[in-house]
């Protein structure tokens, strides 16, 4: 009785942990369908765990400056693609195709395990998928 317990626990731990898992990665927030060009000014460039994060400052269609905010990969993953934490820092110019957000917020993802879109800094474009 005691095995079948701890069995079931085990089980039950394990399917709750997937679970929250796959919720985490997923890109349910983003419209994967359409895909914006920023151009902008890198204000913060986090090379960290789970996911490398950029924050820009780029102005919309009527001139209106906003900050932005871009997932990308783990830094493990983005590092196969070629980029390091030296890609990008503070006041670099850049060139950014991003999936926005579906709630129109100043947010968006820019590369997952399975995509790496298009990036230039300061004139020099950054390997993509």
């Known amino acids: 009785m005691k095995r079948l317990f701890f069995a079931s626990a085990v089980a039950f731990l394990v399917l709750a942990a997937a679970s929250s898992s796959f919720a ?3 890109t349910a927030g983003y419209d994967m369908s ?3 060009t920023l151009n ?3 204000t913060k460039y986090y090379w960290s765990n789970p996911h490398v994060i950029l924050y820009l400052d780029a102005k919309d269609e009527k001139g209106q400056l906003q900050h932005w905010s871009l997932e990308f990969a ?3 993953l983005m590092k ?3 980029w390091s934490s030296a890609s990008m820092k503070p006041g670099d110019q850049i060139v950014a195709e991003v999936h926005p957000s579906k709630n129109g917020a100043p947010v968006g993802i820019s590369g997952t ?3 790496l879109l298009k990036f230039t800094v ?3 474009e950054l ?3």
Do not use: D, E, I, S
């Open 40 to 42: 902008g000014t890198v």
């Open 34 to 36: 359409k895909t914006v």
């Open 113 to 115: 395990a399975t995509f």
């Open 80 to 82: 196969r693609q070629g």
């Open 127 to 129: 390997p993509h998928l």
């Open 122 to 124: 300061n004139g020099t």
């Open 24 to 26: 985490h990665h997923g």
């Open 74 to 76: 783990a830094p493990l």
